[in-house]
């Protein structure tokens, strides 16, 4: 029921920052869990950062401090901010709101060299 649609990926030095950004085809207003998650090449997609509610966030342990989500409801946009990337962030990752179900966006790739 809705439309998500990742940019902002790319190829980074280890150390160097990422702004992700995802946009959706909807209001977002009032939609409390909402998201980003990221999957690497032969694992399984895991949770990076979400919000549990309108303002409450959870944060995968490996990116604590590094990393920080966002939303601007007057855009419709929920950001992904990575600082100091390392290698293992390297995946694609992917918007997520569930709204009436779960919606998923086509996932944007972030590479991390050494």
């Known amino acids: 029921q809705v439309r998500l649609v990742e940019s902002g990926g790319g190829l980074v030095q280890a150390g160097g920052s990422l702004r992700l950004s995802c946009a959706a085809s909807?209001?977002?207003?009032?939609?409390?869990?909402m998201g980003w998650y990221r999957q690497a090449p032969g694992q399984q997609r895991e949770l990076v950062a979400r919000?549990?509610?309108?303002?409450?966030?959870k944060y995968v342990d490996s990116v604590k401090d590094r990393f920080t989500i966002s939303r601007d409801d007057d855009k419709n946009t929920l950001d992904l901010q990575m600082n100091t990337l390392k290698p293992e962030d390297t995946a694609i990752y992917y918007c997520?709101?569930?709204?009436?179900?779960?919606?998923w966006g086509q996932g944007t790739q972030v590479t991390v060299s050494s």
């Open positions: 997520y709101v569930r709204y009436y179900g779960d919606n």
């Open positions: 909807r209001s977002i207003f009032g939609i409390n869990i």
């Open positions: 919000f549990i509610n309108g303002s409450s966030t």
